[in-house]
């Protein structure tokens, strides 16, 4: 087509951010030129219009100035960028590659990059005639599509409590486990990882706290990835996610029955029209635990434990310690390691564990199909030396979606998430922490590993080095994922869509637990040889083989209509969906093998005393139906009304439905005429909603009677085996309801410098099933009565959200704080009443426990005698308060501690800095208002010949330091009391990524479009208030698997 340059193409300047239209009227009219803005009109420009303001300017003073724009999505270059000459109209548009060129007048030009939902950016000219940039995302652009439920809304007009993150930071992580990604990151999101191993670290993840009684589990949020409810985002990909949406109020409504603990919604990438992009990334990390317990050595621990056999003996005058003066000495000395070892068994048993992953990633496509391809492999290994532990995990993914009509889109997510996990036999699922507890109470008296290089017995005999000689416990997971949409936009109806999708997931998990017998050496005394002796556990070969199968079968339907009649927009969303799920399992059992070398079940005894076998099936489904309306008028008064009518097949026909309703409505206030007054103001939005939302994590089918199979009884001359009832069945068994009430405020100013958002939000949960245990006495023949809809519960709250962004020259920082307050009660329970009412459970927190009230220890015998204490309590021993004043320690004394380890009080702090090529990611988190009871730190010179702490030793009363602060060793107390339960508190260096971009002018030699280099760290640095010598996040005392603090090396190309 010929120009036609006499005639300018004129479009209103009220469009003028958006650049994508214009370049797109530039290359329609075939200009490759830029535009200029007359305050009226953008028209555009080329050397010959008379519209090009340079030609005004003197030509010996004119230069160009080019360069690329480029940002972390679109490395290859970004379309549509308006680039400006600061305090002029002249400027250009960035073609398709993101390429520009643009006429400069001095030296002392400034360039102004922007773009829809990015940064601004100012670059001073001075010399340079090529000038590359990066655009950084706009963390408060109020045109950011965030995804609800069953479909997305712009920020500006969302009117629930909705907390999103691009998926792009969660790889800025090096944990391959997404849960744990997500710690500090978003406001109202509890993340607290208890283990770090491998494959089995996934974190308790909260919403706002506990709203219901049970644990952790009972209280998780429902997860949907790609619209289909599942059961876990940890082994994800985290290069496929796109974002991640909490729903975290009323808006939570529209997934009714499984959503009262809030919905995270999960979105994965899809391709992009466009030539193919491929991206491959590689990391080589290298772990070790956060914290690891210092124990004691060899002298302190044989003196400690001579404290507490000397205590235990009455504290006699005339007394022979266990361990002789010399044997200490010779323990400290180092003079015979053979019979006097000093064994350090932290460091004798643990390594340096590594970390390996791989990501391949292409989307692409023409106008009419477009797809998104990956692969991902992680592979970890063990803190153990000598631990068969290996993790490996695979990830596939294949995202199509084609344009059949101009109408009809149908589209296609296939993928798989394969895992392998082999770890010791004696480490079970339950039982994770196990191999730790065991090193931590290894008493370093004992010897880990002769000098000839035979292994020693350890503690009991659960010497860790011996871990690989035990066998393993395996299990294989291949879990496939199967989505099929199709889209239709009804032609003669304008804004009316139709949409299906139907869902298919199958998991077939094959598990396998070989426990061998062990051996390990003792050296004699007598015949100075090395006894070889059988260890603890079998006596010979078993196998536990179980084969476990998932199924999920899911339907959706939905029509949508979305349509603006002058100001007033209108959108309805209606839809329908069941699901059908089914668990089988078997699993068989043999000991006795013909040979250890075979770990097949058919190569096991078939003597009845020796085998086993079990298995069971269950089935499951929902069927509902839910509906969204959402109404605005201008973009100023908006409304939303979502419900769900529910039904689940774990409750009896007659209350099988319920129905859970949420309403929402907002005011920006900002767009009012009497706020133009306000030029710092950019957008204030006042929100608030209220909705019902149901519960259904309880046990299935409650409302039947159920039967265990117990004593057999004979009937004549045979031996017929019985059953016995379980619990009374609860025919009106229905669902927890949960009330959900949410006000909020948020806003942008000077130029959306500063973000802000704060709310406030109170949940009364109901309906909760408990037990009756004062309404109702016990039944006669029945192992317990059924549990009813009877408890009630009181959470509430607040978040704040702070963010600030601003460039200085080309320096880029985007800086996010959040920090998020939950606390319930129970309102009722049924429960017996206590000897004291502060000793209820009404009234406090859910999972407030019991304990005593520690006041420090008895320094003498003379503040002993004056106070009231336990029988056999000693000098040195813990002070407990007569909390009722009788004159007598007992139960009585007891009370209900209004904390648990569920933090009440979570926030992060992230800053983002870009400065020319290189950029810096800083994630701080914490938490406080959390205790962790760790009864197991009092241990100290026991009977039972088990290490202990050094903390614990350390400050102990003793004869020689009667003012000690910390109680005597093997001292006497009664349970659960304060001297054990430790402030939580701390703030954790939880991430931090450098990273540095190669030059385009470089890597373009090689036909890449990006390649950044980068180390990152996690779990980098801890600072706790109290808990110092372990992980304060552990919860469990000796009993965990500590987290991971990981070094990450990587590399990430684009072509």
């Known amino acids: 087509m010929q120009n036609n340059l006499l005639n300018p193409v004129k479009v209103p300047s009220k469009y003028a951010l958006i650049g994508i239209i214009a370049q797109c009227i530039l290359y329609t009219w075939g200009f490759a030129g830029g535009y200029a803005d007359d305050g009226k009109h953008l028209r555009t420009t080329n050397g010959l219009s008379e519209w090009i303001v340079l030609a005004e300017k003197q030509v010996s003073q004119e230069r160009t100035v080019s360069g690329r724009v480029t940002s972390d999505e679109n490395p290859e270059g970004l379309p549509g960028v308006n680039v400006l000459i600061k305090g002029t109209a002249q400027g250009t548009i960035t073609d398709v590659d993101g390429n520009y060129s643009i006429e400069v007048p001095s030296d002392e030009s400034v360039l102004v990059f922007s773009s829809i939902g990015f940064v601004s950016e100012e670059i001073v000219v001075g010399t340079q005639s090529v000038i590359d940039v990066m655009m950084i995302p706009d963390i408060t652009s109020l045109d950011e599509v965030v995804v609800v439920g069953y479909g997305e809304q712009k920020r500006e007009t969302i009117t629930g409590s909705v907390a999103n993150i691009d998926g792009e930071e969660i790889t800025k992580s090096p944990t391959p486990n997404v849960s744990n990604s997500l710690a500090g990151r978003l406001p109202g999101l509890v993340v607290n990882q208890r283990s770090g191993e491998p494959g089995r670290d996934d974190p308790n993840i909260l919403i706002r706290g506990s709203g219901t009684f049970g644990d952790d589990g009972v209280n998780s949020p429902l997860v949907v990835i790609d619209g289909v409810p599942r059961s876990n985002m940890s082994r994800l990909n985290p290069q496929d996610i796109e974002s991640i949406s909490v729903l975290k109020d009323a808006s939570a409504a529209i997934y009714g029955a499984r959503a009262a603990n809030g919905v995270i919604l999960i979105t994965t990438k899809r391709g992009k029209q466009g030539k193919p992009v491929f991206d491959l990334s590689y990391n080589y990390a290298l772990q070790r635990p956060t914290r690891v317990l210092d124990v004691l050595d060899a002298p302190t621990f044989a003196q400690t434990f001579n404290e507490g056999a000397w205590y235990r003996a009455g504290r006699p005058d005339d007394w022979t310690p266990f361990y002789s003066n010399d044997a200490i000495r010779q323990y400290a000395d180092g003079s015979n390691p053979i019979l006097y070892p000093n064994t350090n068994w932290v460091d004798e048993v643990l390594k340096t564990s590594t970390q390996k992953r791989l990501n391949l990633s292409a989307t692409?496509?023409?106008?009419?199909?477009?797809?998104?391809?990956?692969?991902?492999?992680?592979?970890?290994?063990?803190?153990?030396?000598?631990?068969?532990?290996?993790?490996?995990?695979?990830?596939?993914?294949?995202?199509?979606?084609?344009?059949?009509?101009?109408?009809?889109?149908?589209?296609?997510?296939?993928?798989?998430?394969?895992?392998?996990?082999?770890?010791?036999?004696?480490?079970?699922?339950?039982?994770?922490?196990?191999?730790?507890?065991?090193?931590?109470?290894?008493?370093?008296?004992?010897?880990?590993?002769?000098?000839?290089?035979?292994?020693?017995?350890?503690?009991?005999?659960?010497?860790?080095?011996?871990?690989?000689?035990?066998?393993?416990?395996?299990?294989?997971?291949?879990?496939?994922?199967?989505?099929?949409?199709?889209?239709?936009?009804?032609?003669?109806?304008?804004?009316?869509k139709l949409e299906g999708s139907y869902n298919y997931d199958l998991n077939n998990q094959h598990e396998k637990r070989w426990r061998l017998p062990y051996y390990f050496y003792e050296y004699n005394t007598q015949t100075e040889e090395y006894d070889r002796k059988q260890g603890t556990g079998s006596s010979s070969a078993e196998l536990w083989d179980t084969f476990r199968k998932w199924t999920t079968e899911l339907y959706n339907f939905r029509i949508n209509y979305d349509r603006t009649f002058n100001q007033h927009h209108v959108g309805v969303l209606l839809g329908t969906e069941q699901q059908e799920n089914n668990y089988t399992w078997v699993q068989a059992y043999r000991r006795n093998f013909v040979s250890s070398a075979i770990d097949q079940i058919n190569v096991g005894s078939n003597d009845p005393a020796d085998k086993n076998n079990g298995g069971s099936a269950t089935t499951g489904g929902y069927n509902n139906y839910f509906g969204r309306l959402n109404y605005d008028y201008a973009g100023k008064y908006l409304l939303e009304f979502v419900f769900r009518y529910d039904g689940s097949q774990i409750f009896p026909e007659e209350g099988r439905y319920g129905?859970?309703?949420?309403?929402?409505?907002?005011?920006?206030?900002?767009?009012?005429?009497?706020?133009?007054?306000?030029?710092?103001?950019?957008?204030?939005?006042?929100?608030?909603?209220?909705?019902?939302?149901?519960?259904?994590?309880?046990?299935?089918?409650?409302?039947?009677?159920?039967?265990?199979?117990?004593?057999?009884?004979?009937?004549?001359?045979?031996?017929?085996?019985?059953?016995?009832?379980?619990?009374?069945?609860?025919?009106?068994?229905?669902?927890?309801?949960?009330?959900?009430?949410?006000?909020?405020?948020?806003?942008?100013?000077?130029?959306?410098?500063?973000?802000f958002e704060f709310i406030l939000w109170r949940e009364n949960r109901s309906n909760i099933l408990a037990t009756r245990n004062v309404s109702i006495s016990n039944v006669f023949g029945f192992s317990g009565l059924p549990d009813e809809n009877i408890g009630k519960v009181k959470n509430k709250g607040f978040e704040l959200v702070l963010t600030h962004q601003n460039s200085v020259g080309q320096l880029n920082y985007q800086i996010s704080a959040n920090t998020a307050f939950a606390r319930n009660r129970i309102e009722f329970m049924d429960e017996v009443p206590q000897d004291e009412p502060y000793k209820n459970q009404t009234g406090h927190p859910v999972g407030a426990g019991l304990f005593y009230q520690a006041d420090g220890i008895f320094n003498t015998q003379e503040e002993l005698d004056a106070y009231p204490h336990l029988p056999n309590t000693q000098v040195g021993d813990i002070k407990i308060v007569d909390l009722n004043d009788d004159g007598e320690i007992d139960g009585a004394d007891q009370f209900r501690f209004d904390y648990t380890s569920t933090p009440e009080y979570v926030f992060g702090l992230t800053t983002n800095l870009q400065y020319k090529n290189f950029d810096l990611n800083v994630l701080f988190q914490g938490q406080t208002n959390a205790y962790n009871y760790d009864d197991r730190f009092g241990a100290l010179g026991n009977s039972a010949f088990d290490n202990a702490l050094v903390a614990r030793a350390t400050d102990r009363w003793t004869v020689d330091n009667p003012d000690g602060t910390m109680p005597r060793a093997d001292g006497n107390a009664p349970g659960n009391n304060t001297m054990w339960l430790f402030d939580a508190t701390f703030v954790r260096l939880k991430n931090v990524e450098l990273g540095y971009s190669l030059p385009r002018e470089l890597i373009s030699k090689v036909k890449l479009t990006d390649a950044r280099f980068y180390v990152s760290g996690f779990n980098v640095l801890t600072w706790a208030k109290e808990i110092k010598w372990a992980d304060p996040e552990a919860n469990g005392g000796l009993l965990y698997y500590p987290q991971m603090r990981v070094f990450n090396v990587g590399v990430n190309v684009k072509f």
């Open 364 to 496: 692409g496509g023409t106008e009419n199909i477009r797809y998104f391809l990956s692969f991902g492999s992680t592979t970890q290994d063990g803190s153990f030396k000598n631990d068969p532990t290996n993790y490996q995990q695979y990830n596939m993914r294949v995202k199509v979606d084609v344009d059949l009509t101009d109408n009809l889109t149908v589209g296609a997510n296939l993928s798989a998430i394969l895992n392998d996990k082999t770890y010791a036999s004696v480490a079970t699922a339950d039982e994770v922490w196990i191999n730790f507890h065991n090193l931590y109470l290894a008493n370093p008296t004992l010897v880990s590993r002769y000098p000839n290089g035979l292994i020693g017995a350890g503690r009991l005999g659960e010497n860790p080095l011996l871990l690989d000689q035990r066998g393993y416990f395996n299990q294989d997971d291949s879990p496939l994922f199967s989505t099929f949409t199709a889209s239709y936009k009804v032609p003669f109806v304008e804004g009316l």
């Open 659 to 755: 129905f859970f309703p949420g309403v929402s409505a907002g005011w920006r206030i900002s767009e009012e005429p009497f706020m133009s007054s306000l030029g710092f103001v950019n957008q204030l939005k006042l929100r608030g909603s209220y909705g019902q939302i149901g519960n259904d994590r309880v046990d299935p089918y409650q409302y039947l009677q159920a039967y265990s199979f117990g004593d057999n009884y004979v009937f004549g001359s045979g031996d017929v085996p019985g059953v016995t009832p379980n619990v009374l069945p609860n025919p009106d068994i229905t669902w927890e309801v949960s009330e959900k009430l949410d006000l909020g405020i948020e806003g942008t100013l000077w130029d959306r410098a500063l973000g």
